[in-house]
């Protein structure tokens, strides 16, 4: 599997993914047009020639928000989403990361956890179909302990 950036290439296969990961998906319009925004850092994971997972966020002024991952069922627990949002987070130099999941995605939430974000609250009823609380997650740069893990030292 590769990690690549996210070009009109790919746009029909994260679209598919889209479809099969989550409730209210992004169409291919709403995805190109991510292609054309300053903010936006989308990656592919890419396996014979398609994306099978992605991730994207958006940074503005050394914040970054996590906008969205998915990884197709086939190809889950082989460290996609993981490498995925190494290499978003690498490339985008913020400082300080928020993102929100659903309450009930406890393994999205682990891999989040291992990162270095922690839980900062939760959003009541943010998601739909079904309705469901949303966890919000920050992680921020510390520049007064020496980087240790995996992520703080990108």
């Known amino acids: 599997m ?18 099969r990961c989550f409730s ?6 709403t995805l190109a047009a991510e292609l054309k925004n300053d903010c936006s850092h989308f990656h592919v ?5 398609r994306a099978v997972g992605y991730a994207g966020l958006y940074v503005v002024c050394g914040e970054a928000d996590v906008v969205r991952v998915a990884v197709l069922p086939g190809y889950r627990r082989r460290g996609a989403a ?5 290499e978003s987070f690498r490339e985008n130099g913020a400082n300080c990361i928020f ?4 309450e009930s995605n406890t393994i999205a939430i682990k891999l989040y956890e291992s990162l270095g974000f922690r839980d900062t609250g939760v959003r009541k009823s943010y998601y739909s179909n079904p309705t469901e609380d949303a966890v919000l997650m920050k992680w ?4 007064t302990t ?9």
């Open 2 to 19: 590769e990690i690549r950036k996210f070009s009109s290439e790919y746009v029909g296969d994260v679209a598919a993914i889209e479809k």
């Open 24 to 29: 209210n998906p992004w169409n291919e319009i």
């Open 45 to 49: 994971a890419v396996e014979d020639g």
């Open 82 to 86: 993981r490498a995925l949002l190494l």
């Open 99 to 102: 993102l929100d999941v659903r």
């Open 140 to 143: 921020e740069r510390n520049y």
């Open 146 to 154: 020496e980087k240790t893990d995996e992520y703080s030292g990108y």
